[in-house]
């Protein structure tokens, strides 16, 4: 019994020879699969920005303050841990954005195992921005804000 390749191959054969057709044979290589060290064995969820938004903090601050200067010159500029109640004062920091519906670990885990629930908006009502400096957070708030528009990671400086 012949097998399904060596049938093909003699009808190609018979084929060039029909039509006076060089036929061409295929090389060999061997190959080597090196890949291994580049698949995923483990997740790991250990990437934090935080250092990333410290540093943009320690970057950006200086130019923050000259705009500060400019705009409200005798208004006192202060940590979030040096607020007084009652006194009008400037916080320089980072905004985060709280989001009930971002994704979080275990959404990543359940979507690797079942199918997705694909969210075109992630911004919900419940949804509040903090500052945060180089020692604590303070919650935002206010109608100023539109909570919608802004992102984690914005330098500013907030007045109140």
Known sequence: VKSPESTVESFLSKMAEDMEVEVITRKTASYEN????????????????????????????????????????????????????????????TLYKEMTLKPTILDEYIKERSTPQALSNFVTEGDYLELEDEGS?????????????LVTGIVLAVQG
């Open 137 to 149: 957070r303070m919650r935002l708030e206010g109608a100023v804000l539109d909570v919608s528009r």
């Open 34 to 93: 090196n890949s291994e060290r580049f698949i995923v064995k483990q997740r790991t969820y250990k990437e934090q920005y935080a250092q990333l938004y410290f540093v943009r903090l320690m970057q950006m601050t200086p130019a923050v303050l000259t705009a500060v200067k400019a705009n409200s010159p005798k208004v006192p500029v202060v940590k979030i841990l040096d607020l007084e109640d009652g006194v009008e004062c400037i916080v320089v920091g």
